[in-house]
């Protein structure tokens, strides 16, 4: 039995190891199709993957091979893990509790506003310089050329994605004429709208609330698999404790053992 949570957690960062893989890979493919081409998702998802892959490296070595120094690294970096990871999902918890797409009468879709999100979230794209990149993303995604060709009837019986609905439209409640916007006090978006392939309402707040809503729904998804990795790594820490006491108590035994040597009387035969 003394070996036995050293195998078990050797098999279990060998696992934990494997995972990583496609969590750096998941990481990476979101930061290359991801609509919005907003980093902070994908990096921690990343970081996460790299952190895990190189603490799953040093459990196993130290289990395997009863190395301690290697055990303890692991442990260290577990706690610090563990802790960060529980920041990190709570924030993203708190940070995606608001938000989602109110209802349009006669519509499939929905529609988004901006002042329906956390400030935190809001900030992000309030920055002029982070959404020219935002937006120059979202208009390269060619997300808009999907509906260009809709008719009226169209938005009426399909769905629309979040950016769709906030960034390839104007809101529904506009009312236009030949000249524009033909009803005072209307939405300010209402004014922003260009039928202009090129402007479209990429500058619209619906647009922004649209991307928003995106990152919150990955965000909320991304947060709930922290849950899952947070209980797999709380135990794996618990038997990581084990195997470092057994790779201690190894060590010790065997220099208690080495002393031991040295304390051994000769016995010295004269006849």
């Known amino acids: 039995m003394k070996r036995m949570s050293n195998t078990i957690i050797g098999f279990l960062n060998l696992f934990t190891l494997l995972v990583s893989l496609p969590i750096i890979g998941g990481g990476l493919i979101m930061a290359k199709n991801s609509t919005t081409c907003e980093s902070?998702?994908?990096?921690?998802?990343?970081?996460?993957?790299?952190?895990?892959?190189?603490?799953?490296?040093?459990?196993?070595?130290g289990a395997c091979f009863n190395i301690t120094w290697a055990l303890w690294v692991y442990l260290v970096t577990m706690l610090i893990l563990i802790v960060s990871l529980m920041i990190i999902?709570?924030?993203?918890?708190?940070?995606?509790?608001?938000?989602?797409?109110?209802?349009?009468?006669?519509?499939v879709y929905k529609e988004y506003h901006i002042q329906d999100y956390s400030i935190w979230l809001r900030d992000r794209v309030k920055e002029s310089e982070n959404w020219r990149s935002i937006s120059g993303c979202v208009f390269?995604?060619?997300?808009c050329h999907k509906v260009a060709s809709w008719t009226p009837f169209d938005y009426m019986?399909?769905?629309?994605?979040?950016?769709?609905?906030?960034?390839?439209?104007?809101?529904?409640s506009c009312t236009y004429g030949p000249q524009g916007p033909i009803m005072m006090g209307q939405d300010p978006d209402c004014y922003k709208w260009n039928n202009d392939p090129n402007i479209l309402c990429y500058n619209c707040d619906s647009c922004k609330a649209g991307v928003l809503e995106t990152i919150r729904k990955d965000w909320h998804k991304l947060s709930i698999l922290n849950v899952v990795i947070?209980?797999?790594?709380?135990?794996?820490?618990?038997?990581?404790?084990?195997?470092?006491?057994?790779?201690?108590?190894?060590?010790?035994?065997?220099?208690?053992?080495?002393?031991?040597?040295?304390?051994?009387?000769?016995?010295?035969?004269?006849?």
């Not at 902070?40 to 070595?61: D, E, N, Y």
């Not at 109110?102 to 519509?107: E, I, L």
């Not at 390269?140 to 997300?143: A, D, L, Y």
């Open 140 to 143: 390269g995604s060619k997300t």
């Open 40 to 61: 902070f998702l994908q990096k921690p998802l990343t970081i996460i993957g790299f952190i895990i892959l190189i603490v799953s490296i040093a459990g196993f070595l």
């Open 230 to 271: 947070l209980i797999l790594l709380v135990a794996l820490y618990s038997i990581g404790c084990c195997a470092f006491q057994n790779a201690r108590r190894a060590d010790t035994d065997y220099l208690y053992g080495l002393s031991g040597l040295g304390k051994v009387r000769p016995r010295w035969n004269f006849y």
């Open 89 to 107: 999902t709570l924030f993203g918890f708190v940070v995606t509790g608001q938000g989602g797409g109110a209802p349009v009468v006669g519509r």
């Open 157 to 172: 019986r399909n769905g629309l994605t979040p950016v769709q609905s906030g960034c390839c439209k104007p809101p529904t």
